[in-house]
């Protein structure tokens, strides 16, 4: 499968607890997006990477997220002293962004789901 | 922010039917996608646009780019039942994607 991979699909976690979600972005794949989507909406942009360097973050990311892509491939998504209100589904998307073109597609991954109870 | 807004925000067709929805927004964008989200999965790209006015289709999928640059529809010819879903337009910056407020697609036999 050469598609954006995503884990784990699911997370149950107790209020004040930290998680941690990995995604593996399409192989020749130089930039990577994470997005948070809460029941009934549409995805909502979190961050974005171009190879190993975070270049965007939205107000979303509160202090309690950090992202990181170590190596340029695959990323995480940390989350600490989880609250109700992170109960989302965690979405990672990749695409291959060439240097002189103004456009490029994402893919999106399964995502994770996180249940803060 | 950017809105997309969709219409309609959710419909129930019978299998065959030709279904049509579009997207519309306040702000004028460059590149319109079409994505469609099956419950507990990520979303997958339908059809991308770059163009004003262009029409472009992906089998029983066609989809157009408004001249004003804000607005797009989609539409689906014969419509079966692996076609229930929640399809979003989007749109936004090369970075940084902004997701239509979707519709949801049900499938009747």
């Known amino acids: 499968d050469t598609g954006v991979s995503q884990d784990p699909r699911h997370k149950i976690t107790k209020r004040g607890q930290n998680v941690t979600f990995r995604c593996d972005p399409i192989?020749?794949?130089?930039?990577l997006y994470w997005y948070r989507q809460t029941l009934g909406q549409g995805p909502e942009f979190l961050t974005y990477?171009?190879?190993?360097?975070?270049?965007?973050k939205s107000r979303l990311l509160s202090d309690r997220f950090s992202a990181e892509r170590p190596k340029g491939s695959f990323s995480t998504l940390e989350i600490q002293r989880t609250e109700q209100g992170d109960s989302a589904m965690y979405l990672c998307?990749?695409?291959?962004?060439?240097?002189?073109?103004?456009?490029?597609?994402?893919?999106f991954g399964p995502g994770t789901r996180l249940t803060v109870l | 922010g950017q809105q997309l807004n969709q219409s309609p925000q959710s419909m129930f067709i019978q299998e065959g039917e030709d279904v049509s929805m579009n997207c519309t927004s306040s702000?004028?964008?460059?590149?319109w996608l079409w994505y469609k989200q099956d419950p507990g999965e990520g979303p997958v790209l339908l059809i991308a646009?770059?163009?004003?006015?262009e029409l472009t289709s992906n089998g029983r999928l066609t989809a157009q780019f408004g001249i004003t640059r804000k607005d797009s529809f989609l539409n689906i010819s014969a419509s079966i039942p692996s076609d229930v879903g929640i399809y979003f337009c989007?749109?936004?910056?090369?970075?940084?994607?902004?997701f239509g407020t979707g519709t949801r697609l049900q499938v009747t036999l």
């Open positions: 998307a990749s695409s291959y962004r060439p240097i002189r073109s103004g456009t490029d597609t994402q893919y």
């Open positions: 192989s020749e794949h130089n930039r």
């Open positions: 990477f171009q190879n190993e360097a975070q270049l965007e």
């Open positions: 702000s004028i964008f460059n590149t």
């Open positions: 646009l770059y163009k004003a006015g």
């Open positions: 989007v749109s936004g910056t090369a970075s940084k994607l902004t």
